[in-house]
């Protein structure tokens, strides 16, 4: 999702460092933005060069007034970019996450700007999803909280605040639907072209939750639910068995080809 962060501020015309420490990730998230700007280009949007102008890859952090943070959803990982980021970054600076579920207080609390800290969630995929959900930490200033209701709206994007709880609003509700939708079929009650064929049609929904699951991989989708489940102390937040056995497998949707559904 980083690239398509990085894609819709680069948009605005902001100026944006790309960086990840995974080798060749940054060439992948340049080769994904020109594509769906190309995309975006037939439909009367900006030249698709224009808008890579202002993006520059970089081998580490670098400083800026806003770092948006998109890596893998592990509390200790993010923690420790925030911890370094911190360091990097100009005191004047927000650090953002765009966790899925990782409590912002959490992330707040390993930095000495904790005010100036704050969830930005944005929605896969990034250009197309209006969504932003909003995340204030306990410590996070309303001079913050503005700033980035305000950045989300000029990016064209709709702002929704949320209270910092485990997984927020949107994967409160969403996971414990992909769980079960997991669970349905592993009792047998129906195939994944069924399961989600029934979302799609009953329910109005442009993905069925197996696919959507699949688009937002499965580990992903399990480590959200680890983090719903130890926060909330709710065993309905439980990973699906099935779900679990799927990680073990490899098979974590699209990214590795396999999930519920067949990519190759």
Known sequence: MGGGIAQVIAAS?????????????????LGAMERSLGKL???????PSDVLAHVTPVDGLAPA??????????????QELF??????????????????????????????????????HFFNPV?????????????????????IVELAKDLGKVPAEARDFPGFVS????????????????????????IDTIARLGFAHPLGPLAL??????????SIMGVLHEGLGDPKYAPCP?????????????????????YS
């Open 171 to 194: 994967n409160r509700i969403l996971m414990p639907f992909i769980n079960e939708a997991a669970y349905a079929l592993m009792e047998g009650v129906a195939e994944p072209e069924a």
């Open 13 to 29: 015309g902001r100026r944006v460092s790309l960086y990840d420490e995974v080798p060749g990730a940054t060439d992948r998230a």
């Open 242 to 262: 099935l779900l679990r056995e799927y990680v073990a497998a490899g098979r974590l949707g699209r990214k590795s080809g396999r999930g519920f559904f067949d």
């Open 83 to 120: 911890r370094n980021a911190d360091e990097v970054l100009p005191p004047e600076a927000i650090l953002a996450s765009n966790t899925s579920s990782i409590p912002i207080t959490s992330l707040a609390a390993v930095t000495g700007r904790p005010e100036q800290v704050i969830g930005m």
């Open 213 to 222: 699951a699949d688009l937002i991989g499965l580990d992903t989708c399990v």
């Open 65 to 78: 007034d806003l770092m948006i943070e998109a890596v893998v959803e592990d509390a200790k990982v993010k």
């Open 127 to 147: 250009p197309v999803l209006q969504l932003v959900e909003v995340i204030r930490a306990v410590q996070t200033s309303d001079e913050t909280a503005q700033a």
């Open 41 to 47: 280009a037939e439909k009367g949007g900006a030249d």
